[in-house]
């Protein structure tokens, strides 16, 4: 049975080459610690093999900005390769913000095939900020939803405290201390002006409607904001009796 030959840096070399060859640079190897550089006119690329994308990958390639503004990073092909994944699409975020180029090389038997996935170009970081504006403002929503902080950053495997749930609490609070209450009377006590949608899409299953427009604690609710001793305090020494 034949071996399967186990890939090698080196072997990223030649198709790379090739490549630029045909472009019209003159290619060469290990030239001052750079894996590969390609020049033409005073055009000068700096390319940087490695087996998988990595930190010291970056680490190397970013280096190389001191010497060219035109640096890629060459890795093969990811075996599970998916360019629609979440994952993928944030390491081509990740390359894209440190300005290099990416290359991937695909090997089937003798063939190798070369994807230029994008080239090295500045990042414009106002552009990005603008594209995601919407989602800088569901941040501060959220943050302005909350009021105070009580999750741990980079805890996992834990419940944590949205705005939206913290406004349940309040709701919860405030029907257990007072009893039946409208909306209109929940809002005015400030719960927000999103009372009325928490109330009828009841999402915890914590209300429940005694009569048109008119709203109660459900025994689920009762109990199960006994988890919250901290919020329960605060909103209930909130209310104006």
């Known amino acids: ?11 990223l070399y030649k198709p790379i080459q090739s490549h630029f060859l045909k472009e019209g640079y003159e ?16 055009e ?7 087996l998988n994308l990595s930190v010291d990958l970056l680490i190397q390639a970013t280096n190389r900005q001191r010497l060219s503004e035109l640096v890629y990073i060459a890795i093969p092909r990811p075996k599970k390769y998916n360019p629609r994944s ?3 699409r944030n390491i081509c975020q990740l390359v894209r913000r440190l300005e290099l180029g990416l290359i991937l090389i695909s090997f089937s038997g003798n063939r190798k095939k070369l994807e230029f996935i994008f080239d090295p170009t500045p990042f414009n970081r106002k552009k990005s900020m603008a594209q995601n504006k919407r989602k800088r403002q569901e941040i501060l929503k959220e943050i302005d939803g909350r009021s105070q902080d009580f999750n741990i950053g980079g805890s996992s495997r834990t419940q944590i405290m949205t705005a939206y749930r913290e406004n349940c609490i309040q709701i919860a609070c405030y029907l257990e201390k007072v009893g039946e209450l409208s909306p209109k009377a929940l809002i005015q006590m400030g719960t927000g002006k999103k009372t009325s949608s928490i109330l009828i ?15 109660v604690l459900s025994d689920k609710g009762r109990i199960e904001m006994k988890q919250y001793p901290d919020l329960i305090n605060y909103y209930k020494n909130l209310i104006r009796t």
């Open 1 to 11: 049975m034949k071996e399967t030959k186990k890939l090698q840096e080196s072997d």
């Open 27 to 42: 290619v060469y190897g290990e030239v001052k610690d750079c894996d590969m550089a390609a020049i033409k006119d005073d």
């Open 44 to 50: 000068l690329i700096l390319i940087e093999l490695k």
């Open 86 to 88: 979440k994952r993928w």
């Open 201 to 215: 899409k009841n999402y915890y299953g914590w209300f429940v409607r005694v009569r048109r427009g008119i709203y």
